[in-house]
């Protein structure tokens, strides 16, 4: 820009000759030319424009026809925004904004584009603020990047919010929670947890031995996970106790060193699963009793009947008088009885005997003796 500052024609401009410029201006102008840094001086009522060469990337296609032209001649598109900002220094006040919003026309178009900038009022000989001085920085590029880590930060915050499990992020050696979604809310009883540590806002679960697990994962850096434990909820002193079934992991979180900086809390509330499971053992423990009780009754009828049966087949084969009755009074009705002639010519008799059986149905039972 020194060369430009030299080449320009400063005949048309209401500065005049830089060699006739006053000592203050020429300071400001050479401590602005050496920066490294953006910066830029609007002088008098004309707001003229001197720069250096950090601030042509600003100016874009602008340049180099700015140099020594008014201010908003420049940035004619700003002077909604920035107009009253500089009105404000010519009347004695120092500006700083870490962000502004413009749009400017500077490469292909209007183009939004954010600066984080100074604006210093700089007085004359006579205590007049005579003109602005600026050092300013395009924020465009890490403008565009927060926020589209706000964007990812956001959308992160929606599916932890609508997560299907239960998560919370604690912070620090004492487990202060600084993050915990719906769910985790709900198990807990919507206490007011958040900002707290677990040993505050969880008496409950420092009762049942969470706190003494929690600084294990953080001392260890292992992560430490459970299934099926239960959770005695108690939200209050007087509250009624609500047992929980909860399926998590407690996992540390480290920093870049690989030190524990806090733990991430994840998990399933399996209550119903839990409860379904306790009912199904119960269930199959009253199923295997009531077999055992079957089973000896069947094995106890069983041995009563193989005993009669027994019984009546003794009694039939050694009584031929009641042979005789049971083939007269019997055989009408159904039984089937043989005659038969064994060696000697003795006849003998076979007949079967209709016996009930164990579940209702009728079994015949073959019976032999001597004919008379």
Sequence with gaps: MSGAMRAHDWTQS??????????TLQVIVNLTLE???????????????????????????KHPQALGRPFFSVWREAIPEVGPLVDRVFQGESLVMDDISLVLDRNEGPQEAHFAFSYTPVRDDA?????????????????????VDRQSNARLAKLFEAAPSFMAMLEGPEHRIVLANTRYMHLVGYRQVLGLTVAEALPDAVA?????????????????????????????PS?????????????????????????????????????A???????????????????????????????????IRTFYE?????????????????????????????????????????????????????AR
């Excluded at 500065?15 to 006053?22: A, S, Y």
């Excluded at 609007?42 to 001197?50: C, D, F, S, Y």
């Excluded at 007049?128 to 590029?141: G, P, W």
């Excluded at 998590?248 to 994840?266: L, M, N, W, Y």
């Design 35 to 61: 920066s490294a840094q953006p910066m830029f001086v609007a002088w008098g009522p004309e707001r003229t424009l001197v720069y250096n060469d950090a601030y042509i990337p600003l100016l874009g296609r």
């Design 277 to 311: 499971e306790q009912a199904l053992k119960q269930t199959e423990s009253k199923l295997r009793e009531a077999n055992a009780t079957l089973a000896a009754g069947i094995e106890q009828r069983t041995a009563q009947l193989l005993a009669r049966e027994a019984l």
């Design 127 to 147: 205590g007049r603020v005579a003109r602005l001085f600026c050092a300013c920085q395009d924020t465009t590029d890490s403008f565009r990047l927060r926020q």
């Design 208 to 236: 049942q031995g969470y706190l003494e697990l929690l600084d294990s994962v953080f001392q260890s850096g292992k992560p430490s996970s459970s299934i099926g434990a239960k959770y005695a909820v108690q939200p209050g």
């Design 239 to 275: 509250a009624l106790v609500s047992d929980r079934f909860v399926d998590f992991v407690f996992q540390p979180i480290p920093d870049e060193s690989g030190s524990v900086t806090g733990i991430f809390v994840e998990g399933t509330d399996v209550t119903e699963r839990v409860l």
């Design 14 to 23: 209401p500065l005049g000759m830089p060699h006739d410029w006053p000592k």
């Design 318 to 370: 050694h009584s031929s008088e009641c042979h005789a009755v049971l083939k007269r009074a019997a055989a009408p009705r159904g039984h089937r009885t043989q005659h038969r002639r064994g060696l000697g010519g003795r006849g003998w008799a076979q007949f079967e005997q209709p016996i009930a059986g164990l579940f209702g149905n009728r079994r015949a039972i073959p019976l032999r003796t001597a």
